[in-house]
């Protein structure tokens, strides 16, 4: 049969060019892997969910508790319908898995572009693979935050309504904007098919065709080698071939990683949508962003408000908390590779502690996303008693600058002084071969 | 390599391909933009979604009690979720609650215990005392006004509203001024009085509520319900 199908398909040509790709042996390389996972896994269990969903915002009768017949217990459909996975067999569990499913993708993925960062793997010739990977984190967390909002709950509801009014506040075209995205003025009749089709449509159209992009340019480029090729084989590739080698590894992560999510998504409960409610006009309190965007939720909080009239534009606090000051972020993120002007093409992972600059930076600037993301706690803090309304943006300003510095200074500090002892070792190595000869 | 530049009279072969994708790339352009038009549905102003207006009654908005009137007795500090109910064309009552903005916040306090909020700072409209009741009941729309979010009540102080969203404050006995965070504007004022024992709108919110950018925006909106509504 191999035979037959290899006139037809040519597989051996598929074998040597593709089915033979070495993979290094390291288990830092296994972060991509883990995240190319949870997306499968999350189009799985996203299939069967929308086979139960029903996307629509018109009220029907909740068949749970249909209420009285001059007075019946109107709910969105779409709500009735979450209602109703819940009520499935391994419904809710299906809802647990796709939910961690979609943190631990995120979760994988940022990982791995620390990775890559840390050691150096985003220099020439990697560096459009670096962009596409940063255009797979943001439309990542589109399509979570679009996922959020299907179950059309009160949480999910105030959440739409916040995405609302952050796209509504870019100055000049927001209103426009916010009514062509969201189907109308909100809450539109039409918002929830809407959102359903970029949840299940676009966004993860757009994932899996910059996946597809990103795999092939690292196939092309070949990933970087670990330390260890250097002294094995220099300027070779060395590594196991993804036929026969890597895909039994790949296989195990794959079963054990998604046997992990399954296990603790039956004992950790997500998004109870009994518990929110269909949407109601009660006021809701701890309402928080999914943790990766926890950081633009926390610059919202502590930024003053003020809004600044240009040319019958107005720029708000709103526009420069969320757009502004998250796109100087991201711009900075994207930027990474064009600090580096090497004219060489990179073969090796580098050693973190060599570049001690690009270390300390990336350390500061993960500070300053998780003192962020804490200054999103900010109500909790003020209500703990831990700060006042009156001191509490002063000290979270100061913390938003100041730990990213100390963070800074201090891993300079410390990468100095690890490589002034290990100079020293060297040199004492050497002295005593000296003394050998 | 040749010496001559070859003259053709006729287009090339690459002029031609270069109009030729202008072209292409120029309607495709224009027909997306048509596209992104029709993404963007047209807004029918309905009874349902207008603002409140003079004569407007505040009904319960608890699902239990929705579209019963709100007595004085029933009010607290604590505020109790309402809607504005006019009646349409036909003199049919209509609850307003097509419009987030319309959702309401009636709270009672002493009535001494209101301040005139001095100016500057967020409050940009001084808070008039006729608002309020003989009684001391105030509503306010109850969407913050940065994010649009329902704002409940400070936990430590029930005179103080905490935006669970971005954490806004604002004082409820100042005209609900913003106190602390990113809030732009006061949240807009409902001014009531009390009638045969009901809350009765006397005029529609005193300042621009939550998605207008600015009074003018909010004055030019107003015309247009009083041309549609009347």
Redesign the interface.
């Known amino acids: 049969m191999n035979q037959w199908l290899d006139d037809r398909l040519h597989l051996s040509r598929l074998n040597d060019k593709f089915l033979r790709k070495a993979f290094p042996v390291h288990h830092s390389f296994f972060l991509g892997e883990i995240t190319l996972f949870s997306l499968i896994v999350l189009i799985i269990t996203g299939i069967l969910l929308a086979l139960a969903y029903e996307p629509s915002n018109s009220l029907v009768v909740n068949s749970f508790d249909p209420g009285t017949k001059a007075d019946p217990n109107l709910v969105p459909a779409a709500y009735h319908s979450a209602l109703k996975i819940n009520a499935m067999p391994f419904g809710d569990m299906l809802r647990r898995i796709h939910h961690w499913m979609a943190n631990i993708m995120v979760a994988a993925a940022v990982i791995h572009m620390m990775r890559i960062y840390f050691t150096g793997a985003f220099k020439k010739p990697r560096e459009i693979n670096w962009w596409i990977g940063m255009l797979l984190l943001i439309f990542a967390s589109l399509t979570a935050v679009t996922g959020y909002i299907l179950p059309y709950d009160n949480y999910a509801y105030n959440t739409v309504s916040v995405i609302y009014a952050i796209t509504k506040s870019v100055p000049w075209v927001g209103d426009w904007l916010a009514q062509a995205a969201f189907a109308g003025r909100f809450p539109g009749d039409g918002i929830i098919p809407r959102i359903y089709g970029y949840h299940i449509m676009l966004l993860p159209g757009i994932l899996l065709a910059l996946t597809g992009a990103h795999m092939l340019i690292m196939i092309k480029q070949k990933h970087t080698q670990p330390q260890y090729a250097k002294r094995l084989a220099y300027k070779k590739i060395v590594g196991v071939p993804l036929m026969t080698q890597q895909t039994p590894i790949m296989l195990l992560l794959a079963l054990l990683f998604t046997g992990l999510v399954v296990l603790f998504s039956a004992f950790i409960p997500v998004h109870p949508v009994e518990y929110y409610g269909p949407p109601s006009p009660d006021p809701i309190s701890g309402i928080k962003p999914d943790w990766y965007l926890l950081w633009v939720f926390g610059a919202l909080a502590i930024i003053p408000g003020f809004e600044l009239e240009v040319l019958g534009g107005v720029i708000s606090a709103e526009f420069v908390g969320a757009m502004l000051f998250p796109g100087i972020i991201v711009g900075a993120m994207f930027a990474v590779p064009m600090l580096d002007r090497s004219k060489d093409n990179m073969y090796y992972a580098e050693n973190p502690t060599n570049h001690p600059v690009r270390l300390a930076a990336g350390v500061a600037f993960l500070a300053m996303m998780i003192v962020l993301s804490v200054a999103g706690y900010k109500i909790e803090l003020i209500q703990g008693g831990l700060l006042t309304s009156a001191n509490a943006n002063t000290i979270l300003w100061i913390l938003t600058i100041g730990v990213p510095a100390v963070c800074y200074a201090a891993t300079l500090g410390i990468v100095r002084m690890i490589r002034a002892l290990r100079e020293a070792d060297e040199r004492d190595a050497l002295a005593h071969s000296h003394a050998d000869d | 390599m040749t010496r001559y530049k070859k003259q053709d009279p006729e287009i090339t072969r690459r002029k031609f391909i270069n109009v030729a994708m202008g072209t292409g790339a120029g309607v495709g352009v224009l027909s997306l933009v048509s596209a ?1 038009g029709s ?3 047209a ?1 029918r102003l309905t009874p349902e979604k207008a603002p409140p207006i003079k004569g407007d009654i505040l009904v319960h ?3 239990d009690k929705e579209g019963q009137p709100i007595r004085v007795s029933e009010l607290s500090e604590k505020g109790v ?1 309402a ?1 504005p109910m006019g009646k349409d064309k036909e003199g049919n009552p209509v609850i307003r ?1 097509g419009e ?1 903005n319309n ?1 309401l916040a009636v709270y009672r306090f002493e009535r001494d215990r209101y301040k005139v909020p001095e100016e500057g700072g ?1 409050a940009h409209v001084v808070l008039e005392l006729n608002g309020i009741t003989a009684d001391g009941v105030v509503a306010y729309s ?1 969407k913050c006004t ?7 009540n ?3 102080d029930s005179t103080k509203l ?1 935006c ?6 604002y004082d409820l006995l100042q005209g609900c001024k ?7 504007r006061s949240m807009p004022q409902l001014p009531i009085k009390l009638e045969n024992d009901q809350l009765v709108v006397t005029e529609t919110f005193v300042t621009a509520p ?2 207008f ?2 009074e003018a925006d909010w004055e030019t909106y107003l015309e247009q319900v009083k041309e549609i509504i009347g």
């Open positions: 992104l993404a963007k549905p807004f908005a608890a699902a979720s809607w609650k987030p959702q967020h109850n940065h994010a649009g979010c329902a704002v409940p400070d936990p430590n905490f669970p969203c971005h954490s806004g404050q913003v106190i602390g965070g990113p809030p732009p939550y998605g950018l600015n």
